[in-house]
């Protein structure tokens, strides 16, 4: 199968790569099937809607940021970012999570409603 | 929208399986206990309306931005909660 994406050009892919989101993601629910794309030595995962190759969703691993992140067993968890022109600027919703089993080829989102986690968190900081 | 009145302790039943309890009613607010299936989402509006925007903004940004220069900043870590 192939996909024209924005970053990446025109990518081939094999079917059985494709992660179904049953119940989609906040405001895009009719968005089911996606494909996570990883750079060899980038930092984002680009989910990406196989239907509609123009939605992107910049993911970071959860883990990275706070160790005890909430967990569901079997499923990796990463945030959607929102990225910037000023790469300082760049931010993390830590509130929305996304949860995918590359096993399974499933994910879902999960609301988080803990004042702890911001959907706004500043992903970097300066040297 | 149906308009119902109900005072403390009343219920409402949305469906066969959700219930909508009216816990205490004070000047300006109003106490509510939702019991329902755990595969229905149920958010404070707000909340679910901010989310949609980040979602919808980050997946505009994405297609506006090719490539970042991360090179002068490191990850923001979180410590963890006080609450370990």
């Given amino acids: ?127 | 929208m149906l308009v119902l009145s109900r005072k403390q302790n009343e219920k409402i039943r949305i469906g066969s399986d959700i219930i909508i309890t009216i816990l205490g009613v004070s000047e300006n607010q109003v106490k509510i206990g939702i019991d329902a299936p755990s595969d229905v989402k149920i958010l404070r509006e707000e909340i679910f309306e901010n989310i949609k925007k980040h979602t919808v903004e980050a997946s505009l940004m994405s297609k506006e931005i090719k490539s970042s220069d991360l090179s002068k900043l490191s990850i923001n870590k979180l410590n963890k909660p006080k609450s370990d």
């Fill in chain 1, 1 to 127: 199968m192939k996909l024209k994406t924005h970053q990446f050009g025109e990518i081939e892919f094999d079917e059985s790569i494709i992660v179904e989101f049953e119940s989609g993601i906040l405001g895009f629910d009719e968005h089911k099937k996606f494909i996570v794309i990883s750079e060899e030595d980038g930092i984002f995962y680009w989910l990406t809607s196989v239907d509609e190759p123009e939605l992107v969703f910049p993911l970071f691993p959860m883990k990275v940021i706070l160790e005890n992140y909430p967990e569901v067993a079997e499923f990796e968890v990463f945030g959607i970012v929102k990225l910037q022109k000023n790469p300082k600027d760049i931010t993390l919703n830590m509130k929305a999570p996304i949860y995918l089993n590359q096993n399974t080829k499933k994910g879902f989102q999960k609301i988080i409603d803990n004042d702890e986690f911001t959907i706004d968190y500043k992903l970097f900081i300066e040297n």
